[in-house]
C-alpha cells in the first residue's frame, strides 16, 4: 500500500489515534493526564522520543538487521547479497536498548544544552523507556513499510512523518483528557466510579467520537 | 507470606489490570475475542515465569560469585540486563508462535513484540524476582500471568459475546440478536473496562462497611 | 569513564550471549514459520481448485535492482497457478490467482480461481487486519442471516470481469454492512488483476474460437 504524506497525517493522527484505537501509549495517557500542563509536557516529550527513535531503528533496520543491498555487510564488506545475513529476528531485542539508551542520551544532552526544556521535559524522560507508544511506533513502521524485509518505495519519509503525526495524535487525545479530568475534579462523579474508572469512561466516549472519522475515506 | 498467598495475590488482591493498572495497552488491544485473551494470557505467563526465574538466578548467581564492588556496579545495569533478559524471552515466544500458531500470531499482532515494554514484566522482575528466591518467583510469576491472564479473559468475555454473540468463536445468542459492534470496536474495550473497575470500588466498599 | 567502559562490555556481553541463543532457536523455528506461510497459500488453493490434481504455478523472473538501476539478481514471482484434472497435467480446470488490495487498515490477500472460460470459481480471503467485526467480516462464506442479501466470499461465484463491481459504484456485489472500503478494495483488486491476467490465460473458449 502506498501513502501520500497528508493522507498519512490524517490516518496517524485522527483515524489510526495511538491512544484510541491502537491501544500504544495507555499507561501515561491515564497516568499523566490529570493536569493540562504536564500532559502537554508528556505529549511533546513522547512526540520527540518517538520521532528519533523510528529514525535511528529504521537506520538500524535497513543497514544492519534486514538482508538488504543496504545492508552494511553487502556495500562495505561486499558479501554476495545471498549470504548477507538475515538477522531481522533480533528486532525485538535491538529495538527496545537502542530506545533505552536513547533516552538516556536525549536526557544528558537536554540536560546540557537546554536546562528549560529540561525541565520542561526531564521528568517525563525516564518514564518513556517502558511507553509501548516508542517500541510500537518503531515495530509498526517496520510492519508497515518493509515487505519481507525490503523497504518500499519512500520508507523512510513514510517512517519519520508516521512517527511525528503519531506524536501529534498521542498529545491532542492527552491534552483533550486533561482539560475534561480537569473539570471532571468538580463533577459529583458517583462514588465507585471516581478515580481511574471514570477516567475510562471518558476515553471510551473520545473514542466513538473519534470513531466518526473511520468513516473518511482517505484516498 | 506463605506460597499460596503469594500466588492468590497477582489473582485477587493485586491483580495486576483491575488493581494495579499494569499492562493495560495489550489488555484493551487483544480482548476482542476469548480466544486472543487466552493466547496473550499465555505468551505473558511464559515470558513472565521464565525472566522471572532467570533474573532471580542471575542475581543470587552476582551475590555468590561476585565481590562488594562489583556487587555494586552490575547492579547500575542491572535495568538493561532485564531487559535483554525479557526481550530474548518475548523473542523466543514471537518465533514460535509463528512457527507454530499462524493465526493467534497473526491476530496478536505487533503486541507480541511489545510484551518486552508491558510494566507487569519489568515490574515483576526488579520489584520481586530480583530480591526473592528462584522458587517463589516463579509462584508469583505465575500468579500475576494468571491473574493477567484472567482479567482478560474477563474483559474479552463481555466484548465477545456482546460484540459478536459468539464466544470462543462458536454462536450462543440467538437468532435474533444483532451484536452490539460498539463492543468489539476500541470504544468497546475502555468502557467494559471502566465498569469493571467501578464494580470492584463498589464491592470494595460493600465490604469495609460490612 | 573506566566504569563506564567495563558496564557497557559485561552488557555487551549479556547481549551476545542472548543473540547467540536466539540466533539457534531461530534455526530450529524458522523452517516451521516458512511451512506455514506456504501452507496458507497452499490450503487456499485447495479450496479454491477442489477438482484439480495438480496445481503447477506459472513463474516469471523478474529483476531487483538498486536505486542505480543495475539489475542485482533476479527472483521468481509466481504470476498464477494453473490447475489440472489429471495427474499427468492434463485437462485444465482452471487457473488460480492472488489478488491484493489496500483496504482500511490492511493489505487484504485473496486467492482467486476462475474456469475455462474466464469467470471465477471461487474466492477465499488469505489474509486481512481489517477492523474487527466490520471489514474483518470480509472472510465470511456463509450467509449469517440467510434471508437477507449479504456479502459472502460465495457471492463472486460465477461473476465475470464485468461484473466485479460492489453496489456503491453500480456492481452486483453486496458490500460489508459499514465496511464499503474493505469491500471495494477486495473487488477491485480482484477485477484489475483478473483483465490484468485474462489475455494471458489459456482460456477454451479463445482457443475454440482459435481452432
Known amino acids: 500500500m502506498e501513502y501520500g504524506v497528508f493522507q498519512l497525517i490524517i490516518l496517524s493522527i485522527f483515524i489510526n489515534n495511538f491512544v484510541l484505537s491502537r491501544f500504544l501509549g495507555l499507561c501515561p495517557y491515564m497516568g499523566v493526564s490529570k493536569q493540562m500542563d504536564s500532559a502537554l509536557g508528556m505529549g511533546m516529550a513522547v512526540t520527540f522520543v518517538m520521532t528519533i ?25 561486499d558479501t554476495p547479497i545471498q549470504n548477507v545475513p538475515d538477522l531481522t529476528f533480533l528486532r525485538t531485542i535491538v529495538f527496545i536498548l537502542v530506545i533505552a539508551a536513547l533516552v538516556q542520551f536525549i536526557e544528558m544532552y537536554i540536560q546540557k544544552v537546554s536546562p528549560t526544556l529540561y525541565k520542561a521535559l526531564g521528568i517525563y524522560l525516564p518514564l518513556i523507556t517502558t511507553n509501548c507508544a516508542i517500541l510500537g511506533v518503531a515495530v509498526l513502521n517496520i510492519d508497515m513499510f518493509f515487505k519481507d524485509g525490503l523497504p518500499l518505495p519512500n520508507s523512510f519519509i513514510n517512517t519519520l512523518v508516521q512517527a511525528f503525526a503519531s506524536g501529534i495524535g498521542f498529545t491532542l487525545v492527552l491534552v483533550l483528557m486533561a482539560g475534561i479530568r480537569e473539570k471532571l475534579e468538580l463533577a459529583n462523579v458517583p462514588k465507585p466510579f471516581r478515580g481511574l474508572p471514570i477516567a475510562f469512561i471518558v476515553a471510551g466516549l473520545m473514542s466513538i467520537a473519534f470513531l466518526g472519522f473511520a468513516g473518511f475515506s482517505v484516498e | 507470606m506463605s506460597v499460596g498467598a503469594e500466588f492468590f495475590k497477582g489473582i485477587y488482591k493485586e491483580n495486576p489490570v483491575f488493581r494495579l493498572a499494569l499492562g493495560l495497552c495489550p489488555t484493551l488491544a487483544v480482548s476482542t475475542s476469548i480466544t486472543n485473551a487466552i493466547g496473550m494470557g499465555a505468551a505473558v505467563i511464559f515470558v513472565l515465569v521464565a525472566s522471572n526465574t532467570l533474573v532471580s538466578f542471575l542475581m543470587w548467581l552476582f551475590a555468590k560469585t561476585l565481590s562488594e564492588e562489583g556487587l555494586n556496579s552490575i547492579n547500575k545495569i542491572r535495568i538493561p540486563i532485564f531487559i535483554v533478559v525479557i526481550a530474548s524471552f518475548v523473542t523466543i515466544v514471537e518465533m514460535v508462535m509463528a512457527a507454530y500458531f499462524p493465526a493467534l500470531s497473526e491476530s496478536l499482532g505487533i503486541f507480541i513484540p511489545l510484551i518486552v515494554v508491558n510494566c507487569i514484566i519489568l515490574g515483576r522482575a526488579e520489584g520481586f524476582a530480583s530480591k526473592n528466591g528462584i522458587f517463589l518467583s516463579i509462584v508469583d510469576g505465575l500468579g500475576m500471568g494468571i491473574g493477567f491472564t484472567l482479567a482478560l479473559v474477563a474483559i474479552s468475555f463481555v466484548r465477545e459475546l456482546l460484540g459478536s454473540g459468539q464466544l470462543l468463536g462458536a454462536m450462543i445468542m440467538g437468532e435474533g440478536f444483532k451484536p452490539v459492534l460498539l463492543m468489539i470496536l476500541p470504544p468497546g474495550a475502555f468502557l467494559v473496562i471502566g465498569l469493571y473497575l467501578a464494580g470492584l470500588n463498589w464491592i470494595d466498599a460493600r465490604k469495609k462497611q460490612a | 569513564m573506566n566504569n563506564i567502559f567495563r558496564l557497557s562490555f559485561i552488557l555487551a556481553i549479556v547481549t551476545t550471549i542472548a543473540a547467540f541463543v536466539l540466533a539457534e532457536i531461530y534455526q530450529i523455528t524458522r523452517p516451521q514459520i516458512e511451512i506455514q506461510k506456504q501452507a496458507k497459500t497452499k490450503d487456499a488453493l485447495k479450496y479454491v481448485l477442489p477438482d484439480a490434481q495438480v496445481i503447477v504455478p506459472v513463474t516469471q523472473k523478474v529483476p531487483v535492482k538498486d536505486k542505480a538501476g543495475n539489475v542485482l539478481y533476479e527472483k521468481e514471482v509466481v504470476r498464477y497457478y494453473i490447475g489440472y484434472r489429471n495427474s499427468d497435467t492434463t485437462g485444465v480446470v482452471g487457473y488460480a490467482f492472488k489478488a491484493f488490495g489496500s483496504g482500511y487498515s490492511s493489505i487484504i490477500e485473496t486467492m482467486v480461481s476462475v474456469d475455462t472460460s474466464g469467470t471465477i470459481k471461487k474466492i477465499r480471503i488469505i489474509s486481512q487486519k481489517e477492523t474487527p467485526g466490520l471489514g474483518a467480516r470480509c472472510v465470511e462464506d456463509q450467509p449469517v442471516n440467510p434471508k437477507k442479501k449479504q456479502w459472502t466470499t460465495q457471492q463472486f461465484v460465477g461473476k465475470t470481469v464485468d461484473q466485479l463491481k460492489v453496489d456503491k459504484d453500480g456492481g452486483p456485489i453486496v458490500s460489508i454492512t459499514g465496511a464499503t472500503i474493505t469491500s471495494r478494495a477486495i473487488t477491485n483488486s480482484i477485477r484489475e488483476k483478473l483483465s490484468e491476467l485474462l489475455p494471458q490465460l489459456k482460456l477454451a473458449s479463445t482457443e475454440n474460437i482459435g481452432g
Not at chain 1, 543497514?63 to 556495500?75: E, H, I, K, R, S
Open chain 1, 53 to 77: 527513535a523510528s529514525l535511528v531503528t529504521w537506520l538500524l533496520y535497513t543497514f544492519f538487521l534486514a538482508p538488504t543491498y543496504q545492508n552494511v555487510f553487502y556495500f562495505i564488506f
